[in-house]
């Protein structure tokens, strides 16, 4: 075990991180112990298998949420919010199974979505702004002016 | 056998994928989130068939509350047997879905023999 290499990386990353990194370490620990297994699976134990993956970020000006949505199309995707609550509904769609088609291996979901994020109470819901691209929902939310981080310089008299 | 996962410590995901196939095509779509069609790689080499993305959507390295979408770049690798016709596959990336469709070579097709 390459116990090395997991106490650096633990040092360096942000708390939430850890439970990520320790298991890829595990992972790879076992994967060099047996070789490359390749086994049907998702790339990690913890991965979604029912729902977006959503990353919720605060920036200095800006709330950031985004969510990764392939299959998705821009249509077939509503945005609402109430107060601090921001509700990502939607339709991921693939390819559909025929009578002569099969579906022979799946790792994945189909079907309607909904995923509400509380957001921070220092976002604005009134500027908001929404970006689909490549799978990808971008979601920006100003902050509001007095939650934002400023410097005051103070004068010494 | 190359390790998917832990190639050069980079890590690497692998993207979900559902697979179906017929008589005459297998179609495999596989889920690649921020991967744009430049930052897209299909290679046939021999018996493999090996997919590589990169995320092009920008990771911001501020103060995460949430933090579930994994940031890795994308590799996946299929091995295809003899009856998939080599210059028959065609690729497709919309909305974050690379869909893949083989076609399945003419003399692996089943057949009816109609009795005289």
Request: net charge negative.
């Amino acid at each position: 075990m390459d116990h090395a290499n997991l106490v650096t990386r633990r040092r360096e990353s942000p708390a939430a991180l850890d439970l990520w990194d320790a298991f890829d370490d595990l992972r790879r620990d076992f994967e060099r112990s047996f070789g490359a297994l390749d086994v049907p699976s998702v790339s990690g134990l913890l991965d979604w298998p029912t729902g977006p993956a959503i990353d919720l970020v605060e920036g200095d000006d800006e709330i950031l949420v985004l969510a990764d949505l392939p299959g998705v199309r821009k249509e077939n995707l509503e945005l609402s919010i109430q107060g601090n609550l921001l509700t990502i509904k939607g339709e991921k769609k693939l390819e559909e199974p025929t009578k002569s088609r099969k579906v022979v291996r799946t790792e994945t979901w189909v079907g309607s979505f909904s995923r509400t994020v509380n957001l921070p109470d220092s976002a604005n819901p009134d500027k908001i702004e929404a970006l689909y691209r490549d799978g990808v929902l971008r979601v920006r939310i100003a902050k509001r002016e007095e939650s934002k981080r400023r410097a005051v310089r103070i004068s010494v008299k | 056998m190359d390790n998917t996962i832990a190639r050069n410590e980079r890590r690497l995901m692998v993207p979900p994928v559902r697979i179906m196939e017929d008589e005459s095509e297998v179609l495999a779509q596989l889920e690649m989130p921020g991967v744009t069609r430049e930052g897209l790689e299909i290679k046939v080499d021999g018996n493999t068939l090996t997919i590589d993305g990169k995320r092009s959507d920008e990771v911001p390295s501020v103060k995460y509350l949430i933090r579930e979408r994994r940031h890795e770049d994308y590799h996946k690798a299929f091995t295809i047997d003899e009856s998939v016709d080599r210059d028959g596959i065609s690729a497709d990336l919309v909305d974050g879905v690379l869909t893949l469709r083989l076609k399945v070579k003419e003399a692996a097709k089943p057949r009816k023999i109609t009795v005289g």
